[in-house]
């Protein structure tokens, strides 16, 4: 089931949280809204769902006008943060609950139920603990049935709100790459917010970036990371070196207002030349496979970071016999300029 929404708009009071969208989502995509607290994602989700009603625009399921739809008529299963299983019930029952509450004339039968929910449970990989009670599982096991739950109903359109956001670090990461698997076996069109920009990354075909009520923009995961539209979405998909005015000697003498350096895009050399940045090694930190070095800029003092893996880096420390308060040079292999309506400059006239 396609999703279109049209000019879209929503304020609490005076703050706008849908800010005229229009975004399409084709049947059986799996899209990541991502954004900042605040952005507007979980508003727009409610809005999809029904359960908020905008201020104007339009919401269509199938291309069909589904704005003012009840939820209950809409077809969708939801998934939130905190895991809404029902404590007293086992976790068969929770996961056959939808199935239950249907009126009689479409509820299947027993046995259409127990083989549907047995199905759903070894689809989820937990149907080895049909007989325990939500207590009794983690956190990550919860959501997954929370998710199997969603499922049990066939519903159109898949909505989940920070499903993972309330595990630990290694569980989510988990779950992220079982939900990527699991839609790529149901193809129920998806939608899943989050403001984890890994998170968006890993799991989605492609990533809405809002950012105050508005969508700053929208591609696969390889397009925002490596053509952001905006300076907002280029510094909140990873770090990033701010060079503010003159570029030194580099790149090409670039003047502007502000050039962008992701720090895995820079190479530390012993030599100067006309793409290079005189700096003075301030520290170097490893953490797991990456070390990331910090450098101070000669010329006015403030701080540039540059990543590499740690071998890289132990090769290139010994090579040049780098410490704390050693000189060096920092080229970037990629700057990214914006101009002054915040438009990316085609980064060939940008080096
Ligand atoms: N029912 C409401 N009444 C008043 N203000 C609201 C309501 N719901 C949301 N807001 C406000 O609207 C703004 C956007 O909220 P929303 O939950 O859509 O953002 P979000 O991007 O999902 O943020 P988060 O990641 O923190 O959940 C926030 O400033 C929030 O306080």
Redesign the pocket.
């Known amino acids: 089931m396609s999703i279109e929404i049209r000019n879209l708009n929503k304020a609490?009071?005076k703050?706008v949280?849908c800010d005229n969208l229009n975004l399409d989502i084709p049947s059986g995509e799996l899209v990541a809204l991502l954004?900042?607290?605040?952005?507007?994602?979980?508003?727009?989700l409610r809005i999809i769902a029904g359960l908020e009603r905008p201020d104007s625009g339009t919401v269509l399921f199938g291309g069909k006008d589904a704005t003012f739809d009840d939820v209950r008529d809409r077809n969708v299963g939801f998934v939130f943060q905190h895991y809404a299983l029902f404590a007293h019930m086992s976790i068969f029952e929770n996961v056959a609950f939808g199935l239950r509450v249907r009126p009689k004339a479409t509820r299947p039968s027993e046995a259409e139920i127990r083989s549907k929910v047995s199905a759903l449970l070894k689809l989820v990989q937990l149907d080895w603990i049909a007989d325990r009670y939500p207590h009794q599982l983690s956190g990550g096991q919860r959501q997954r049935i929370a998710l199997a739950r969603a499922l049990a109903v066939e519903p159109q359109v898949l909505l989940l709100d920070?499903p993972f956001g309330a595990l630990d670090a290694k569980v989510r990461k988990e779950l992220r790459r079982w939900l990527r698997r699991l839609h790529d076996e149901m193809h129920v069109t998806s939608v899943f917010?989050t403001?984890d920009q890994d998170e968006a990354m890993e799991v989605a075909d492609r990533v809405v970036v809002?950012n105050q009520g508005r969508i700053e923009q929208e591609g696969s995961p390889d397009q925002v990371y490596d053509h952001p539209a905006t300076p907002f979405v280029l510094q909140f998909l990873g770090d990033v070196n701010l060079f503010h005015g003159r570029l030194g000697h580099a790149p090409g003498g670039a003047e502007g207002p502000v050039s962008y350096v992701r720090p895995h895009e820079l190479d530390i050399v012993d030599r100067p030349d006309e793409n290079t940045w005189p700096v003075t090694l301030s520290q170097a930190l490893t953490v797991g496979p990456l070390t990331r070095v910090e450098f101070k800029r000669n010329d006015d003092g403030s701080y540039v970071d540059v990543e590499l893996p740690r071998e890289a880096w132990h090769v290139l420390r010994d090579k040049l016999q780098l410490k704390p308060g050693s000189p060096a040079h920092l080229r970037p292999r990629r700057v990214t300029r914006f101009d002054d309506h915040n438009a990316p400059i085609d980064p060939a006239a940008a080096i």
Do not use: A, D, N
């Open positions: 609490f009071g703050t949280v954004g900042p607290s605040g952005s507007g994602k979980t508003s727009l920070e917010v403001h809002m």
